[in-house]
């Protein structure tokens, strides 16, 4: 059976109080609607289709990767009018699947019971019991148990808001039959509304014996309406993730502090990770990583037995085997740290690469830059890559060492071995193996008396 998706995504959101749709509001790196999409994806649904209607093309323009098809509900007039509006994409054998796009945590194993239920059944509803059942549409069953209608809580009379099975709003059915049952829709109700929960009614007048499945948890049925249900689920999410990650061979000072706003493409064994680390965009994670407290990690490769002191941020770099890194640290875009390197504290580096075995320890700014190996960079060491409109590149070959406190004025080349002496402005390529030193003479003027108050 091809499975058609409807994302419902019409609806207004107004207790977000945001200007931004409600749907494009984030959870992880990916908006509330992204999320409803990649579940869609999984499905292998044959299309996925978006009703939208409040925030109008601006959700379009915001998410151009969807490959959706995109329906417009320009009067958002209840639940059932918005998937008539999807009526003419319908055809009789498909499967629809109808998701809300403000309910991102749906599992795959929730919508896969509910699809699997359609062959038994033209309607399945997934299906919740609550203790505060309050502001969802009750599931109505007759004595035997069987589901007779939906009854939304402002219809409700008193004793079906006893009724603590909820409707989620995630259903599956049978493309014909819904058609059917759209074209006999009324807004006869409290809000004045087209009920798409009116469907069970009308199958069941067609003699259908609904079937419904339990949500797995509570969380993943859970729609988004005002920030704090936002900041709910984004802790969800990140339980979920953080949880994965532990079974992968990842440990955590306290789970419940990291945060994952993208993807570990790749991760070791033995990792350990101190709490407040971000991780974002894609990143690979080697065996026996250590991430210090309050890390921002950032499309980065970060290969087997680094350490990365507290504090640090990397940010589309690679560090190689056993380096070190931080704490302070800012490996800025285009870094590239060999095997046994490190990179101290209140250091700053860019586009630059580092050879095995080499140091900068301490208050540095290396940018435009490539070091050989075993080179040592003294504190307080500049490369002074810019002129104001242009950026040059310097080069530092094996077994250097520049003395602290050194300006290196690029485009310039300190050859191997050479020793540069503490202080100095380097502007011209040195000689291989020399020392080199650019210091005005130190004098000490015996005679000289301190000034006297007058
Ligand atoms: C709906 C269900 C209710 C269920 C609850 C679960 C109906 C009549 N009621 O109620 O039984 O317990 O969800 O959360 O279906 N939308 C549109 N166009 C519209 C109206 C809504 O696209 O004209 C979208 C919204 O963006 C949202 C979803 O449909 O994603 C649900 O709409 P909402 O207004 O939240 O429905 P509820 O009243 O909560
Ligand atoms: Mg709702």
Same mark, same amino acid.
């Given at each position: 059976?091809?499975?058609?998706?409807?994302?419902?995504?019409?609806?207004?959101?107004?207790?977000?109080?945001?200007?931004?749709?409600?749907?494009?509001?984030?959870?992880?790196?990916?908006?509330?609607?992204?999320?409803?999409?990649?579940?869609?994806?999984?499905?292998?649904?044959?299309?996925?289709?978006?009703?939208?209607? *409040?925030?109008?093309?601006?959700?379009?323009?915001?998410?151009?990767?969807?490959?959706?098809?995109?329906?417009?509900?320009?009067?958002?007039?209840?639940?059932?009018?918005?998937?008539?509006?999807?009526?003419?994409?319908?055809?009789?054998?498909?499967?629809?699947?109808?998701?809300?796009?403000?309910?991102?945590?749906?599992?795959?194993?929730?919508?896969?019971?509910?699809?699997?239920?359609?062959?038994?059944?033209?309607?399945?509803?997934?299906?919740?019991?609550?203790?505060?059942?309050?502001?969802?549409?009750?599931?109505?069953?007759?004595?035997?148990?069987?589901?007779?209608?939906?009854?939304?809580?402002?219809?409700?009379?008193?004793?079906?808001?006893?009724?603590?099975?909820?409707?989620?709003?995630?259903?599956?059915?049978?493309?014909?039959?819904?058609?059917?049952?759209?074209?006999?829709?009324?807004?006869?109700?409290?809000?004045?509304?087209?009920?798409?929960?009116?469907?069970?009614?009308?199958?069941?007048?067609?003699?259908?014996?609904?079937?419904?499945?339990?949500?797995?948890?509570?969380?993943?049925?859970?729609?988004?309406?005002?920030?704090?249900?936002?900041?709910?689920?984004?802790?969800?999410?990140?339980?979920?993730?953080?949880?994965?990650?532990?079974?992968?061979?990842?440990?955590?000072?306290?789970?419940?502090?990291?945060?994952?706003?993208?993807?570990?493409?790749?991760?070791?064994?033995?990792?350990?990770?101190?709490?407040?680390?971000?991780?974002?965009?894609?990143?690979?994670?080697?065996?026996?990583?250590?991430?210090?407290?309050?890390?921002?990690?950032?499309?980065?490769?970060?290969?087997?037995?680094?350490?990365?002191?507290?504090?640090?941020?990397?940010?589309?770099?690679?560090?190689?085997?056993?380096?070190?890194?931080?704490?302070?640290?800012?490996?800025?875009?285009?870094?590239?740290?060999?095997?046994?390197?490190?990179?101290?504290?209140?250091?700053?580096?860019?586009?630059?690469?580092?050879?095995?075995?080499?140091?900068?320890? *301490?208050?540095?700014?290396?940018?435009?830059?490539?070091?050989?190996?075993?080179?040592?960079?003294?504190?307080?060491?500049?490369?002074?890559?810019?002129?104001?409109?242009?950026?040059?590149?310097?080069?530092?070959?094996?077994?250097?060492?520049?003395?602290?406190?050194?300006?290196?004025?690029?485009?310039?080349?300190?050859?191997?071995?050479?020793?540069?002496?503490?202080?100095?402005?380097?502007?011209?390529?040195?000689?291989?193996?020399?020392?080199?030193?650019?210091?005005?003479?130190?004098?000490?003027?015996?005679?000289?008396?301190?000034?006297?108050?007058?």
């Amino acid at each position: 059976m091809p499975i058609k998706t409807l994302i419902l995504a019409a609806g207004k959101g107004t207790r977000m109080r945001s200007s931004l749709p409600k749907v494009l509001h984030k959870i992880g790196d990916k908006s509330l609607l992204e999320h409803v999409y990649k579940l869609s994806e999984q499905l292998e649904s044959e299309e996925i289709n978006i009703v939208y209607g *409040h925030g109008g093309e601006s959700i379009i323009q915001a998410l151009p990767d969807l490959d959706a098809n995109w329906i417009l509900q320009e009067k958002q007039l209840g639940t059932g009018h918005a998937v008539m509006q999807a009526e003419s994409f319908i055809n009789d054998e498909d499967a629809v699947l109808i998701l809300y796009g403000d309910v991102p945590l749906l599992s795959k194993s929730s919508v896969d019971n509910l699809l699997l239920q359609l062959n038994e059944s033209p309607l399945s509803l997934l299906t919740v019991t609550l203790d505060n059942p309050a502001g969802y549409g009750r599931i109505v069953r007759s004595k035997e148990g069987k589901v007779r209608r939906i009854v939304e809580e402002k219809d409700a009379n008193s004793d079906e808001k006893l009724i603590s099975e909820v409707n989620t709003g995630i259903m599956a059915v049978k493309g014909g039959k819904l058609k059917g049952w759209l074209a006999q829709l009324d807004n006869n109700n409290a809000q004045n509304e087209y009920y798409l929960t009116d469907v069970i009614e009308l199958a069941v007048k067609d003699g259908v014996e609904i079937q419904t499945c339990q949500a797995i948890s509570e969380d993943e049925v859970l729609g988004v309406n005002n920030r704090a249900q936002l900041a709910h689920l984004e802790r969800v999410y990140q339980n979920s993730e953080a949880d994965k990650l532990m079974e992968k061979g990842v440990s955590f000072r306290d789970p419940a502090r990291f945060d994952i706003r993208g993807q570990l493409l790749d991760v070791g064994q033995d990792v350990e990770i101190d709490v407040n680390v971000i991780i974002e965009g894609e990143c690979t994670i080697g065996n026996r990583v250590k991430i210090g407290a309050n890390c921002i990690i950032k499309n980065a490769t970060i290969h087997d037995g680094v350490e990365i002191l507290p504090n640090s941020l990397i940010e589309e770099a690679e560090v190689g085997k056993r380096s070190s890194v931080g704490p302070y640290a800012r490996l800025r875009p285009g870094t590239v740290l060999a095997e046994d390197v490190k990179v101290g504290n209140f250091v700053e580096t860019k586009k630059t690469k580092v050879g095995n075995g080499s140091k900068i320890s *301490h208050l540095s700014y290396i940018g435009d830059c490539e070091i050989g190996s075993l080179v040592n960079i003294g504190a307080g060491t500049i490369t002074c890559n810019y002129d104001g409109v242009n950026k040059f590149k310097t080069i530092i070959e094996d077994g250097v060492f520049i003395g602290s406190d050194t300006q290196l004025v690029a485009p310039v080349t300190v050859a191997k071995n050479t020793t540069v002496g503490a202080g100095s402005t380097i502007t011209k390529n040195t000689t291989a193996e020399s020392l080199t030193l650019s210091r005005s003479k130190q004098v000490s003027i015996a005679s000289w008396k301190r000034p006297v108050k007058k």
